[in-house]
C-alpha cells in the first residue's frame, strides 16, 4: 500500500469438515511486499511474519509520485489456537537508516522459528530507486511466549545486489526494472534443524559481455554453529560427532524401545499401519502389532525429541498420540 494506508492482515484456516476456510485477522498494518509469509512448529503453533511501509505523510519522494518511504520494520505474530487469537507483534528488524522487506520463515520446535529477509544499505522506494541489499536472518527461541530470544546475523557477510526491485511480475520486462532477487529467495530447515537459506546473487556480472546478467546466481549458504531449532542439537556437530566412541566428548543416544498406542485413543477398535513422525519430520509408515510400535532414536545427539504417531481405526477414526523423550539423560537412580 504505497499511500500508507492500513489493511487488516490474517490468516485462513481449515479443518476436515468444514464447508470452507475460516478468516481470523491478526493484525492491523501496510505492507510493502504483496505477502506476508506462515509457518507451523512441531506443537501446532501458527506464526505470521511481515514487513510494513511506512511513509512520510504529504511528501512526493517515492516511485511515482508516492509519499517518501521511512524506515520500517520487519515484525512476527504468533497464534497457540489456529489464528483465533494473536500475540502482539515482535519486532525482528527496524534498522533506522534502511528498508527490510520479503521476509520468509520456517519453524522447527515448539517456539523455535528462523526468519529471512533483505536488507538495503539506506532508506529508498525500490520500485525504481537502487541501493545495495544483504541477506539478514534472525534465529528465535520462545517465540511462542512473551519473553522470546532473537538473534539475527548477516549470514552471507556482503550484498547480494545492487539495484532496484520490481514486483509486478511479467510487466517488469516491459518497463526495464529488476525482479532477479524475485527468481528465488527462501529458507528451510534440514534434517539436523540448522538453518538453510536461498537467495538470488545478482553482484556477479555476465563474463561475456561484462553487463548485468539476464537471471540472478543460485546461492546457498548454511547454519554451521549455534542451536539447532529441531532436535535440540548444536549446529556446529559434523557427521563423525553424531557417532558415540572411545574418547568421544558427544553423546549418540542408544535409545530404541516399544511404545503402545494409547487404549483410549482406540475405544475398542484395531489399527493396522501408522505413521511415525520426528519432531516434526515423517519418518515412515509401519505396521502396528497390538497396538505396538517400536521407536529407534539411536545415533541421535543429546536433546528432547518429539514422537507423533497418526493412524486410522479400522473404522475410520483419525487418531494421534504424541509422547517425548529424552537422549543421552542421565539414569534417574533407583529407590531403595
Same mark, same amino acid.
Given at each position: 500500500?504505497?499511500?500508507?494506508?492500513?489493511?487488516?492482515?490474517?490468516?485462513?484456516?481449515?479443518?476436515?469438515?468444514?464447508?470452507?476456510?475460516?478468516?481470523?485477522?491478526?493484525?492491523?498494518?501496510?505492507?510493502?511486499?504483496?505477502?506476508?509469509?506462515?509457518?507451523?512448529?512441531?506443537?501446532?503453533?501458527?506464526?505470521?511474519?511481515?514487513?510494513?511501509?511506512?511513509?512520510?505523510?504529504?511528501?512526493?519522494?517515492?516511485?511515482?509520485?508516492?509519499?517518501?518511504?521511512?524506515?520500517?520494520?520487519?515484525?512476527?505474530?504468533?497464534?497457540?489456537?489456529?489464528?483465533?487469537?494473536?500475540?502482539?507483534?515482535?519486532?525482528?528488524?527496524?534498522?533506522?537508516?534502511?528498508?527490510?522487506? #520479503?521476509? #520468509?520463515?520456517?519453524?522447527?520446535?515448539?517456539?523455535?522459528?528462523?526468519?529471512?529477509?533483505?536488507?538495503?544499505?539506506?532508506? *529508498?522506494?525500490?520500485?525504481?530507486?537502487?541501493?545495495?541489499?544483504?541477506?539478514?536472518?534472525?534465529?528465535?527461541?520462545?517465540?511462542?511466549?512473551?519473553?522470546?530470544?532473537?538473534?539475527?546475523?548477516?549470514?552471507?557477510?556482503?550484498?547480494?545486489?545492487?539495484?532496484?526491485?520490481?514486483?509486478?511480475?511479467?510487466?517488469?520486462?516491459?518497463?526495464?526494472?529488476?525482479?532477479?532477487?524475485?527468481?528465488?529467495?527462501?529458507?528451510?530447515?534440514?534434517?539436523?534443524?540448522?538453518?538453510?537459506?536461498?537467495?538470488?546473487?545478482?553482484?556477479?556480472?555476465?563474463? *561475456?559481455?561484462?553487463?548485468?546478467?539476464?537471471?540472478?546466481?543460485?546461492?546457498?549458504?548454511?547454519?554451521?554453529?549455534?542451536?539447532?531449532?529441531?532436535?535440540?542439537?548444536?549446529?556446529?556437530?559434523?557427521?563423525?560427532?553424531?557417532?558415540?566412541?572411545?574418547?568421544?566428548?558427544?553423546?549418540?543416544?542408544?535409545?530404541?524401545?516399544?511404545i503402545h498406542i494409547k487404549r483410549r485413543l482406540l475405544h475398542g477398535d484395531r489399527?493396522?499401519?501408522?505413521?511415525?513422525?520426528?519432531?516434526?519430520?515423517?519418518?515412515?509408515?509401519?505396521?502396528?502389532?497390538?497396538?505396538?510400535i517400536r521407536i529407534d532414536l539411536r545415533r541421535q545427539r543429546k536433546g528432547t525429541?518429539?514422537?507423533?504417531?497418526?493412524a486410522r481405526t479400522a473404522k475410520g477414526r483419525k487418531i494421534r498420540d504424541v509422547?517425548?523423550?529424552?537422549?543421552?539423560?542421565?539414569?534417574?537412580?533407583?529407590?531403595?
Amino acid at each position: 500500500m504505497k499511500d500508507g494506508s492500513t489493511v487488516g492482515l490474517g490468516v485462513g484456516t481449515w479443518k476436515r469438515g468444514d464447508a470452507q476456510f475460516t478468516p481470523h485477522k491478526a493484525v492491523d498494518t501496510n505492507l510493502y511486499a504483496h505477502w506476508a509469509a506462515i509457518a507451523l512448529d512441531s506443537a501446532g503453533g501458527l506464526y505470521l511474519v511481515y514487513d510494513d511501509d511506512p511513509r512520510q505523510p504529504g511528501t512526493t519522494g517515492g516511485c511515482d509520485g508516492a509519499a517518501t518511504p521511512l524506515p520500517n520494520h520487519i515484525r512476527m505474530v504468533h497464534s497457540g489456537d489456529f489464528g483465533q487469537t494473536w500475540s502482539a507483534p515482535l519486532t525482528l528488524a527496524s534498522p533506522p537508516g534502511a528498508r527490510v522487506l #520479503w521476509p #520468509w520463515i520456517a519453524a522447527g520446535d515448539k517456539g523455535k522459528v528462523s526468519v529471512v529477509w533483505y536488507q538495503t544499505d539506506k532508506v *529508498v522506494d525500490l520500485a525504481c530507486q537502487t541501493a545495495k541489499l544483504s541477506v539478514e536472518a534472525a534465529s528465535v527461541t520462545a517465540a511462542d511466549t512473551g519473553s522470546p530470544g532473537v538473534q539475527v546475523m548477516d549470514p552471507i557477510g556482503r550484498p547480494v545486489s545492487e539495484n532496484n526491485i520490481c514486483q509486478s511480475g511479467t510487466t517488469c520486462v516491459a518497463t526495464g526494472e529488476d525482479r532477479r532477487l524475485g527468481d528465488f529467495f527462501t529458507n528451510a530447515l534440514d534434517e539436523q534443524g540448522c538453518v538453510m537459506i536461498a537467495t538470488g546473487d545478482t553482484s556477479t556480472k555476465d563474463p *561475456v559481455t561484462g553487463g548485468e546478467r539476464n537471471i540472478a546466481l543460485p546461492l546457498f549458504v548454511r547454519q554451521n554453529s549455534g542451536p539447532a531449532l529441531r532436535g535440540g542439537g548444536d549446529c556446529s556437530a559434523t557427521a563423525g560427532n553424531l557417532i558415540a566412541g572411545r574418547g568421544s566428548r558427544r553423546c549418540a543416544s542408544r535409545r530404541h524401545f516399544t511404545i503402545h498406542i494409547k487404549r483410549r485413543l482406540l475405544h475398542g477398535d484395531r489399527v493396522r499401519r501408522a505413521t511415525i513422525f520426528l519432531n516434526g519430520k515423517r519418518l515412515k509408515t509401519v505396521r502396528v502389532r497390538r497396538r505396538a510400535i517400536r521407536i529407534d532414536l539411536r545415533r541421535q545427539r543429546k536433546g528432547t525429541f518429539t514422537i507423533t504417531v497418526q493412524a486410522r481405526t479400522a473404522k475410520g477414526r483419525k487418531i494421534r498420540d504424541v509422547r517425548r523423550y529424552h537422549t543421552c539423560a542421565k539414569k534417574r537412580k533407583k529407590r531403595r
